[in-house]
């Protein structure tokens, strides 16, 4: 597991990064998505300034928006079923009573949509596919509630640092942004906080603190997934 120091570090190497590359995602947005531009201010929504002397007509915004409808109707079209649970290749040759397991994953994908149906999914999953549209698209799926399960957040490009891993996959994701003291609790039931940060959040609790986070690759030496029926008798095993 990490330590605090090294996650700093490591982040102030994906931030050195993607420093190279932020004047071009500034000109993107400016152009393409100017209310999702939040590289200098955190506050999306925040009104354009003009006073650089610049004219903006909306032909780039409307084929943003065009673009980010087509992917969305194509890929995650809103409140259907767009992905299915079957038996893989591997499975299909050695298990036995196929069309049950088949039917038992097809439940389990009806009853994985009417929790994406129910959230907020739709709405969330644009904002991604608008950021992809400028470079990188960020979800993050949050514990939600017994009645709604799920609770995606779009990140903000401006937000989003990468590190590369192995191969060019990505390593670790780092999220800097801010959060009202008051909320921290709320948001990480087991969160710890040091006493200073704990006294400042009791004399200012609205007052935004500073956050980084950081979601890394878990290391797994071994897999095993073992297979059973309804019966609880085991059908297959599989080994990586």
């Known amino acids: ?5 090294q996650i700093l570090r490591r982040f102030k190497e994906a931030e050195s990064k993607k420093s190279n590359f932020k004047n071009t995602y500034k000109e993107a947005y400016e152009f393409f998505s100017p209310n999702r531009e939040t590289f200098d201010n955190p506050t999306e929504g925040t009104k354009r300034s003009t006073s650089d002397g610049k004219i903006f007509d909306s032909t780039c915004q409307d084929a943003s928006k065009k673009a980010v409808n087509n992917l969305q109707s194509s890929i995650f079209p809103p409140q259907k079923k767009f992905a299915s649970l079957k038996l893989g290749s591997l499975l299909s040759s050695s298990a036995k009573n196929q ?16 929790a994406i149906y129910t959230s907020n999914f739709d709405t969330q999953i644009s904002e991604v596919l608008e950021d992809l549209l400028m470079g990188t698209g960020s979800m993050m799926m949050q514990k939600g509630t017994l009645n709604n399960p799920f609770v995606f957040v779009a990140i903000p490009l401006a937000e989003v640092f990468l590190e590369r891993g192995v191969d ?7 999220r800097r942004w801010q959060l009202e003291g008051e ?6 039931e087991d969160i710890k906080l040091t006493d200073e940060l ?3 959040i009791k004399e200012k609790p609205t007052e935004k603190i500073s956050l980084i986070e950081c979601t890394t690759k878990a290391k797994i ?20």
């Not at 597991?1 to 120091?5: A, P, R, S, V």
């Not at 095993?224 to 990586?240: A, P, S, W």
């Open 168 to 174: 060019g996959a990505i390593r670790s994701h780092y």
């Open 183 to 188: 909320l921290l609790q709320e948001t990480w």
């Open 221 to 240: 030496t071994r897999t095993r997934i073992e297979i059973k029926d309804n019966k609880g008798e085991k059908i297959t095993e599989i080994v990586d």
């Open 1 to 5: 597991m990490l330590t605090g120091e």
């Open 198 to 200: 704990a006294n400042k």
């Open 99 to 114: 069309d049950e397991l088949n039917a038992s994953l097809e439940k389990i994908t009806d009853i994985f949509f009417q």
